[in-house]
């Protein structure tokens, strides 16, 4: 139970998310001992408040969630967070760039990202729900040129999320010091073991609680 909680980020994304449930979200994570909580930007500062001095990390999610802001307010997103606390960052590549076959703007778009964050550990967001086998590849050899820490799967806003195959390619891909992160529609504990037998070394997922307490899937959340 602990090697997996301490896999998880704790992730909290939906648009409505209130004050009290980010504060039980970070509570949890304390009780738990998950490795982050995932938030927008402006729930970053009060995670950090609730969760100093503690282990658990606080991830703010960024250029979320079509990756399509221009670099410029990617890199102010990411020095703000990281000033509000912030000490790891989910940050969606330039997918329409990607498959325009700019691969090179999509890495100087994560670079400048990457040296606004600092210190801050870098995930970059594929959704590899929306590339092609090549793709995939590509985007992650660039996110690992650009900096990056970990390469991600999904949003879990798209038309699907981590696969085992996915994680499967980008452990592949990737050097061993990169992190690969599962993430979008992990329910179920069985799944989320899966996903880490295939390589990835984080998962993100709202039912994190349930999957550490053995309560069966109800389904219905967000990824």
Not at 107 to 131: F, H, M
Not at 192 to 202: F, H, I, K, M, Q
């Amino acid at each position: 139970m602990t090697d997996l909680a301490a896999s998880i980020d704790h992730t909290l994304l939906k648009a409505d998310a209130t004050r009290a449930e980010i504060q039980r979200l970070c509570d949890e994570a304390l009780e738990l001992g998950f490795a982050a909580v995932c938030v927008n930007p402006i729930w970053v500062a009060p995670c950090a408040g609730r969760l100093s001095g503690s282990a658990v990390r606080v991830c703010a999610a960024v250029g979320f969630p079509l990756g399509a802001n221009r670099t410029e307010t990617k890199v102010d997103e990411a020095r703000r967070a990281v000033e509000q606390g912030a000490t790891e960052m989910d940050v969606v590549i330039q997918l329409g760039l990607l498959k325009s076959g700019e691969d090179e703007a999509v890495e100087e778009d994560l670079r400048a990202v990457v040296e606004a964050a600092g210190q801050a550990r870098v995930k970059a967001i594929l959704e590899t729900s929306l590339l092609a086998h090549d793709e995939i590849v590509r985007a992650a050899r660039r996110a690992e040129a650009a900096g990056a820490h970990f390469v991600k799967t999904s949003t879990g806003f798209g038309s699907r999320g981590a696969t085992v195959a996915d994680v499967e390619l980008l452990r592949r891909t990737v050097s061993p010091a990169l992190g690969v992160k599962a993430s979008g529609g992990i329910r179920a504990r069985r799944d989320a073991l899966a996903l880490l037998a295939a390589g990835a070394t984080r998962l993100g997922t709202s039912a994190g609680v349930a999957m550490v307490r053995g309560i069966p899937d109800q389904g219905g959340d967000w990824p």
